[in-house]
């Protein structure tokens, strides 16, 4: 389970910088009911990469489940993932233009809820690295519980960050709005710099443990 989660970490840190999420919670932020709004957006969000993550699995797991040998399927799709996050760590470094994704009707609690659910399809990108994360939990032949349980803590590690946001407007109120904005700025160049390197490591990390599966029998990780 150790040897699981040194695999996991560095996915989990290139799938948590994710400026779409954190840049929708600060607008959520900015609403009459802030804390609320925020909450339900990041709850929202984060029910829906679970369950999106479930119905991965075992999609993953029927597809294995097809074949004579499983096993050497998980490493295939290890190498695609890997030339994937590859690709994208360098498509990534071209300049984005900013949009806003925000709705522009006042949110209530079961809105921002949904909103948060959808902003998955908004930063489909994103849910690469999630992928990955999902197939080393598969490589790991843990039981169904046991990977169920390593999903939803996953999910739990993805949105601890993301509390900032209700936390601050909770603790400062209406001085946490520049505060906020401010974190949001550096969150996006941050991640301008940082989400292609990581991008690429995690990808080069997949495709070596692939290569050394297909070349020597035996994984890496």
């Known amino acids: 389970m150790t040897d699981l989660w040194l695999t996991l970490g560095p996915i989990l840190l290139s799938d948590v910088v994710n400026p779409v999420l954190f840049a929708y919670l600060v607008y959520a932020a900015g609403t009459r009911r802030p804390v609320a709004n925020s909450s339900a957006a990041l709850l929202g969000h984060t029910l829906a990469y679970l369950g999106a993550g479930v119905i991965l699995a075992l999609g993953l797991e029927k597809i294995s489940a097809r074949l004579a040998n499983p096993e050497p399927f998980d490493f295939v799709i290890e190498l695609v993932l890997g030339l994937v996050l590859v690709w994208l760590a360098v498509a990534s470094r071209k300049p984005r233009e900013k949009s806003s994704q925000a709705p522009t009707a006042e949110l209530t609690w079961m809105t921002a809820f949904g909103y948060g659910a959808v902003i998955n399809f908004v930063g489909i990108p994103f849910a690469v690295p999630y992928f990955a994360a999902i197939d080393q939990m598969l490589k790991a032949n843990l039981s169904v519980s046991h990977t169920l349980g390593v999903l939803a803590m996953y999910n739990i590690a993805y949105a601890l960050p993301f509390l900032i946001v209700p936390a601050l407007v909770l603790a400062l109120g209406d001085r946490s ?19 292609p390197i990581l991008l690429a490591l995690v990808g080069l990390a997949l495709l070596a443990d692939a290569v050394t599966f297909f070349a020597r029998g035996e994984s890496l990780f």
Not at 177 to 195: G, K, Q
């Open 177 to 195: 709005r520049p505060v906020l904005a401010r974190i949001n700025d550096f969150l996006d160049r941050v991640s301008s710099f940082l989400l």
